[in-house]
């Protein structure tokens, strides 16, 4: 079965396993101790260190090892904010980072402080003199993906951390999708990343702080891992994280243009085979492995789960594949299509011939969702009628408001508009983006009076 959400979690490198097996038997003892077995176990800790911070490109004795790479985010959020507290209490962050960094700013806000978040254009990347003008004198941290995890964008990391260095600012960059493929580019400050994003074990993460950097570490002192990351060091874990990441990036060059040119099969095959697709991020500065596209009329929970009975694993930023009713804040961010979103992430060795059965399941698949779902097929026809329409979708889930709203605009003449009442958030995104899609003027929003929002769209042609 293809399995393609590596970027949610790449399957164990062999050698992985094999460092993991090997140090169960070798590294089980404390290596804060002097005796033989303890001695044995520092050895594999610092090789394990040594290894990492060569990867990372910074010294070893400016990186620990934590419990995720969720804790590497919060810790260093954290404790770069305190300590330059004396300096100011703003965080900038870009708004399609991780939501490991999104929830540490709200913890930031909710205890006094303040955030700004950079916007994004509609490929996902931060531009970066928008960057630098969100860095003043009060700014105590700011922080930029390495790449993005949704769509697979490439952030500027070069000239934010050129801004930063200018402004005086720490920038902690999250190198949990990129780390893989090659390291960070230089001048960041703080950088953490995930063992489980490059095929070693689950419950390791990296955080590199540079010398000179104010840091103060939160919550209990401990003794371990100069104190930012306290309790007894998974080692096992971390020598089969550390040894998968030195394997992986022997790899990556080889391996990453095999994936890309896969990638690029994919996304420039589904817009020609499926009606009606939109490929979101950008299509040049990104991850190697990673593609995002959007389905219009399409449930993205059923039309997962149709690949998954297909055979294939894939992910999704739509709002109807979570508990939420709020779509993905990266898709909202970038102003893109958030229905029937499917992430295709390619774990190292995927078969080409993988790739090509997913591009021939893929169109059957799509159709049938739609059939369900009573979607048009074909564009109106023009109208002869007067006058604006109202249609109640109210209490309904995207993508059904939309798709009512395009079996309707051919009632209305040129120049006419729809009005879609509907409470589902992602119709807040979803209507705009079908009317650039559909080259329709979405006129805006109000409050309806019956409960939820107005949409209003004007018909063009």
């Known amino acids: 079965m293809p399995y393609f959400d590596a970027a949610s979690a790449a399957p164990l490198h062999p050698v992985a396993r094999q460092a993991l097996l090997a140090s169960l038997d070798e590294g089980w003892a404390d290596p804060a101790r002097l005796y033989r077995e303890g001695r044995r176990a520092r050895m594999l800790l610092d090789a394990a260190r040594e290894a990492a911070a060569e990867a990372v490109g910074c010294r070893a004795d400016e990186l620990v090892f934590t419990p995720s790479g969720t804790r590497a985010v919060h810790t260093g959020v954290s404790g770069a904010l305190a300590g330059r507290r004396r300096v100011g209490n703003r965080l900038v962050v870009s708004a399609v980072e991780h939501s490991s960094v999104l929830h540490a700013a709200e913890a930031h806000a909710a205890a006094g402080g303040s955030v700004t978040e950079v916007p994004v254009d509609r490929s996902g990347a931060v531009e970066a003199g928008a960057f630098a ?64 994003k490059w095929g070693g074990p689950a419950g390791v993460g990296l955080l590199a702080v540079r010398k000179g950097v104010r840091f103060a570490p939160q919550g209990p002192a401990d003794e371990r891992e100069s104190g930012r990351a306290p309790g007894f060091e998974n080692l096992p874990a971390i020598v089969a994280a550390a040894a998968s990441l030195r394997a992986v990036r022997a790899e990556a060059e080889a391996e990453g243009a095999r994936l890309r040119a896969l990638v690029d099969r994919i996304r420039t095959r589904v817009p020609e085979l499926v009606p009606d697709v939109e490929v979101v991020g950008a299509p040049v500065r990104r991850l190697p492995h990673l593609v995002t596209f959007s389905c219009l009329y399409v449930d993205g929970e059923t039309l997962l789960h149709e690949l998954d009975r ?59 969702v739609r059939e369900r779902l009573g979607a048009p ?17 109210l209490g309904k889930r995207c993508p059904i408001p939309v798709i009512e709203l395009a079996k309707v605009i051919g009632d209305v003449p040129v120049g006419g508009t729809v009005t879609v009442l509907a409470d589902d958030e992602a119709a807040r995104l979803d209507i705009p983006a079908w009317c650039e899609m559909r080259g329709q003027e979405y006129v805006g929003e109000e409050p309806s009076p019956r409960g939820g929002t107005a949409y209003v769209v004007r018909r063009l042609g």
Not at 335 to 355: C, F, H, K, Q
Not at 377 to 393: F, K, Q, R
């Open 377 to 393: 097929v074909a564009a109106p026809a023009p109208a002869a009628g007067s006058g604006p329409l109202v249609v109640d979708s």
């Open 310 to 368: 297909e055979g294939f694993s894939v992910s999704s930023g739509s709002s109807c594949t979570s508990s939420t009713l709020t779509p993905s804040h990266v898709l909202r961010a970038m102003g893109v299509l958030s229905e029937g979103n499917v992430r295709v992430s390619l774990p190292a060795g995927t078969a080409e011939e993988d790739v090509d059965r997913f591009l021939a399941v893929l169109p059957g698949v799509v159709a049938r």
């Open 133 to 196: 003008a969100a860095l003043d004198g009060n700014t105590a941290l700011a922080c930029l993906q390495s790449a993005n995890h949704e769509v697979g964008t490439e952030q500027p990391v070069a000239r934010a951390a050129a801004a930063c260095r200018e402004a005086g600012v720490p920038l902690l960059v999250d190198a949990a999708q990129s780390l893989a493929w090659g390291p960070v580019a230089e001048g960041w400050s703080l950088l953490t990343a995930s063992a489980h």
